[in-house]
């Protein structure tokens, strides 16, 4: 299996069904990584844009994730 478009497309849609699912209550809290209330005032630390990036991604992408999961599994069961 050769580096492709294709095989850059089914990575990159691995990769966003692992965010989706990650539990923020069952494993990112195990490591520190729950979400943490913040001041305003305070200046944005690379953990909260990584958990505020993890959850518009989750808002975002849910839907069409699906979409996009059934299509891949139609394409692989038909060319194999």
């Known amino acids: 299996m050769g580096f492709s478009l294709w095989s850059l497309l089914?990575?990159?849609l691995l990769c966003l069904n692992a965010i989706?699912?990650?539990s923020e209550e069952r494993v990112l809290a195990k490591y520190g990584w729950?979400?943490?209330n913040?001041?305003?005032d305070d200046a944005p630390t690379t953990k909260t844009q990584i958990l505020s990036l993890m959850k518009s991604?989750?808002?975002v992408v849910k839907y069409p994730l699906i979409i996009f999961n059934l299509l891949i599994?139609?394409?692989k069961s038909l060319t194999g």
């Open 10 to 12: 089914e990575a990159s």
């Open 20 to 22: 989706c699912i990650l």
């Open 34 to 36: 729950s979400t943490v």
């Open 38 to 40: 913040r001041d305003f």
């Open 57 to 59: 991604i989750r808002t």
């Open 73 to 75: 599994i139609l394409v």
